[in-house]
C-alpha cells in the first residue's frame, strides 16, 4: 500500500515546526475533549433528568458513575483503536475516532428522560457514553503519535503540548457556552431542554473536523514501515508485552498526573458550588479563568522541555501533587468568592501543568514506531479506567461519607507513587523516532 507521508525537516532545520500537522492533529481533539467534558459540566442539570427525584449528591453520583464507566471502556478502545493506528495509520484513526465522538454526542443530545420512559433514558446515556469511551480510548494515543512523529527533534515537547491546549480549548468552550447558557435561560429551562444544546453543538463541530482530517498525510515514521518484513505483528499485544517494561511506566507516571489533572478541571467546578458553597455561575467562571491561563501555560512548559529535558517537569509536578494537594484542597474548600477561588485553582493547575504538558510526548518516545500507538494507547487507559475517570465518583464518594478530606490524601499519595517513577525512569527527549532520525544520529556520533 501505498501512503502519502510528511517528511519532517533535518535535525539542522528542527526549530520549524510543522503547524498543519499540528493544527489538525489537535483541532480534532478539542471537539473530542468538549463532548467528553461537556458531560461533567452539564451534570448538574442533567442528572435528575435521567434518575427519580431524590438527594441531589446522589443524583451526582449516579451520573457520576456513567461517567467513570466510560472510563473502563477506554482500554477496549486504546487496545482496538491503538492496534488499528499501528496496523492502518495514524490519519485513519484520527478520522475514525471523531466519527465515533459524533455519533454519541448526538445520541446524548435525542436521549429520552426518566419522566418519559424510565431508566431507558439512563439506558442510552450509558451507551453513548460507551461510544465516547472507546473514541476517547484511541483518540489520545492516535493524537499524541500523530504530533510527536510529524514534529522533528528539538520541538517535539512544544507541538505535543498542544495536545493538552486542545482538551483544555475543549473545555473552554464547554465551559464558555454553559456560562452563556447560565446567564440567558433560567435553571427550569436548563434542567428541561437546555442541557441538550452543547451535544448538538458537539456532534455538528465534529462533522467539521472529520472533513478537515481528511486532507492530513501521513507521518514519515509509519510510513517507513510499509513493504518491510513483519508488519503483521503492527500494533499486537505480543509486541506491547515484548516491550512490557515501558508499558507499566505508563500505567505508573500517568496515576498522579490523570488524577491530579482531573481533580482541577472536570470535578472543580463540583466541588466549589457543593463544598465551598459557591454559586454555580460563579464556580464555571472560575473554572473558565483558570483553564484559559492553564492552556497558555502548555506550549511554555513543552518548549521547555525540548531545553532542559522530560524528566524536571514531571519530577517538578510529582513533588508538588504529593505535598501541595492536601493545604490547597483544603483551602479551596473554605473560600467566599472568585478571586480566593481562581488564585487557588490557578495554582493547582501550574503544577498539574508539569505532566499534562510533556506525558503524550514522554510515551510516545518510549515505544517503537510499529506498537507506538497501543504502547501509548492501552497502558495510558488502564490508568485512566482506574484513576482519572473514579477521580469524580471516588471525591463524592468521600463527601458522602463525611470525609471529604480523605480524597485530597488518596490524589497527594497518587502523586507520590508517580514521583517514584520519574526519579527513576530514563530521559526520553532525545530519542530518534524514525529511520532518518538514527542515521543523522549516527552522522552526529561519528562527526
Given at each position: 500500500?501505498?501512503?502519502?507521508?510528511?517528511?519532517?525537516?533535518?535535525?539542522?532545520?528542527?526549530?520549524?515546526?510543522?503547524?498543519?500537522?499540528?493544527?489538525?492533529?489537535?483541532?480534532?481533539?478539542?471537539?473530542?475533549?468538549?463532548?467528553?467534558?461537556?458531560?461533567?459540566?452539564?451534570?448538574?442539570?442533567?442528572?435528575?433528568?435521567?434518575?427519580?427525584?431524590?438527594?441531589?449528591?446522589?443524583?451526582?453520583?449516579?451520573?457520576?458513575?456513567?461517567?467513570?464507566?466510560?472510563?473502563?471502556?477506554?482500554?477496549?478502545?486504546?487496545?482496538?483503536?491503538?492496534?488499528?493506528?499501528?496496523?492502518?495509520?495514524?490519519?485513519?484513526?484520527?478520522?475514525?475516532?471523531?466519527?465515533?465522538?459524533?455519533?454519541?454526542?448526538?445520541?446524548?443530545?435525542?436521549?429520552?428522560?426518566?419522566?418519559?420512559?424510565?431508566?431507558?433514558?439512563?439506558?442510552?446515556?450509558?451507551?453513548?457514553?460507551?461510544?465516547?469511551?472507546?473514541?476517547?480510548?484511541?483518540?489520545?494515543?492516535?493524537?499524541?503519535?500523530?504530533?510527536?512523529?510529524?514534529?522533528?527533534?528539538?520541538?517535539?515537547?512544544?507541538?505535543?503540548?498542544?495536545?493538552?491546549?486542545?482538551?483544555?480549548?475543549?473545555?473552554?468552550?464547554?465551559?464558555?457556552?454553559?456560562?452563556?447558557?447560565?446567564?440567558?435561560?433560567?435553571?427550569?429551562?436548563?434542567?428541561?431542554?437546555?442541557?441538550?444544546?452543547?451535544?448538538?453543538?458537539?456532534?455538528?463541530?465534529?462533522?467539521?473536523?472529520?472533513?478537515?482530517?481528511?486532507?492530513?498525510?501521513e507521518t514519515e515514521a509509519y510510513g517507513e514501515q510499509e513493504g518491510r518484513p513483519g508488519t503483521d505483528e503492527r500494533g499486537t499485544i505480543r509486541e506491547l508485552l515484548a516491550h512490557r517494561r515501558e508499558a507499566v511506566l505508563v500505567i505508573a507516571l500517568t496515576m498522579g498526573g490523570t488524577l491530579a489533572y482531573y481533580t482541577y478541571t472536570t470535578y472543580l467546578t463540583k466541588y466549589l458550588s457543593n463544598t465551598a458553597g459557591l454559586a454555580k455561575s460563579t464556580a464555571s467562571l472560575v473554572s473558565f479563568c483558570a483553564l484559559f491561563v492553564f492552556m497558555l501555560l502548555q506550549p511554555l512548559a513543552g518548549a521547555l522541555s525540548d531545553r532542559i529535558g522530560r524528566r524536571p517537569l514531571l519530577i517538578a509536578f510529582g513533588i508538588g501533587g504529593t505535598v501541595g494537594t492536601v493545604p490547597l484542597m483544603t483551602a479551596l474548600s473554605k473560600v467566599t468568592g472568585f478571586d480566593g477561588a481562581l488564585t487557588l485553582s490557578l495554582a493547582g493547575l501550574v503544577l498539574v501543568t508539569g505532566y499534562t504538558s510533556i506525558n503524550a510526548v514522554v510515551k510516545a518516545e518510549m515505544f517503537p514506531t510499529h506498537v507506538r500507538a497501543l504502547g501509548v494507547a492501552l497502558p495510558y487507559a488502564i490508568a485512566n479506567a482506574l484513576f482519572g475517570g473514579t477521580a469524580e465518583y471516588v471525591a463524592l464518594w468521600f463527601k458522602k461519607g463525611g470525609i471529604e478530606s480523605g480524597y485530597y490524601w488518596y490524589v497527594a499519595g497518587c502523586s507520590a507513587v508517580s514521583l517514584v517513577v520519574y526519579v527513576c525512569m530514563r530521559e526520553t527527549r532525545d530519542a530518534a523516532l524514525s529511520r532518518r532520525e538514527k542515521a543523522a544520529d549516527n552522522v552526529a556520533v561519528r562527526a
Open positions: 500500500m501505498e501512503v502519502s507521508v510528511t517528511a519532517p525537516p533535518t535535525r539542522a532545520a528542527s526549530a520549524r515546526v510543522p503547524w498543519k500537522a499540528v493544527v489538525g492533529g489537535s483541532i480534532g481533539n478539542m471537539v473530542e475533549w468538549y463532548d467528553w467534558f461537556v458531560y461533567a459540566s452539564f451534570a448538574t442539570y442533567f442528572a435528575s433528568a435521567f434518575f427519580p427525584k431524590g438527594n441531589e449528591t446522589a443524583q451526582l453520583l449516579n451520573t457520576a458513575g456513567i461517567f467513570a464507566v466510560g472510563f473502563f471502556m477506554r482500554p477496549v478502545g486504546g487496545w482496538l483503536l491503538g492496534r488499528f493506528a499501528d496496523r492502518r495509520g495514524r490519519k485513519a484513526a484520527l478520522t475514525l475516532t471523531v466519527s465515533l465522538m459524533s455519533a454519541s454526542a448526538l445520541l446524548i443530545a435525542v436521549a429520552p428522560t426518566y419522566g418519559s420512559v424510565g431508566y431507558f433514558g439512563a439506558l442510552v446515556l450509558l451507551v453513548a457514553r460507551l461510544l465516547q469511551g472507546l473514541s476517547v480510548g484511541g483518540e489520545y494515543a492516535a493524537s499524541a503519535t500523530y504530533l510527536t512523529e510529524a514534529t522533528p527533534p528539538g520541538r517535539r515537547g512544544f507541538a505535543s503540548s498542544f495536545q493538552y491546549v486542545s482538551m483544555t480549548a475543549g473545555q473552554l468552550v464547554g465551559l464558555g457556552l454553559q456560562i452563556v447558557l447560565q446567564r440567558t435561560m433560567s435553571e427550569e429551562a436548563l434542567k428541561s431542554y437546555g442541557w441538550r444544546i452543547p451535544f448538538i453543538v458537539g456532534a455538528a463541530a465534529a462533522a467539521v473536523v472529520f472533513y478537515l482530517r481528511r486532507s492530513l498525510l
